[in-house]
C-alpha cells in the first residue's frame, strides 16, 4: 500500500529544497530567492496540514497571516515559533517577490534564521504528531 502525501509531507519536502539549495548556492545570491519561496510554502504547507487536521476549511491562498488568523478564530494550535507569527507578513511576501519581482533579494540573514526557524517549527508538528499516535496507541 502506498504512502499517501499529505500538506505536511509537502512542507517538509520544500524545506528539504530549501535546505539542498541554500547548501549548493555557491556564490549566486540570487539563489537565496528560491530558498524564501521555498521557505514560505513549508510554512504554508504546514500551516494548512495542522488546519486541515482540525477539520477547518482553509481558502486557497499564500498569505500566511491570514492563515495564522483563520487558525486564531477556529482556535487551532498552530505551534508557530514566535519568529514565524512574528514575521508572517515576510514570509508571506518571499511566496511572490522571490519569483516575480525584478531585482529582489532575500538577505543572507533572514534565510539562514528562517531556515532554523521551520526547520523547528516542522520538528515540532512532528514530535506533536508522534505523542498523539503514541497516545492514542495507549488508548487502543
Known sequence: ??????????????????????????DDDAQLNFVGYHLQQATELAI???????????????????LVRLAAEADVALLLTEYIEDHAEMFSQWEAKSRYVIGYSIEQRKIERALEEVDSYLADIAARERADMEHSQEEG
Open 1 to 26: 500500500m502506498a504512502h499517501e502525501q499529505t500538506l505536511y509531507d509537502k512542507a517538509a519536502s520544500n524545506l528539504r529544497n530549501a535546505r539542498l539549495v541554500f547548501d549548493n548556492r555557491g
Open 48 to 66: 494548512k496540514y495542522l488546519l486541515e487536521q482540525s477539520g477547518v476549511e482553509y481558502p486557497k491562498t499564500h498569505d500566511i497571516d491570514q
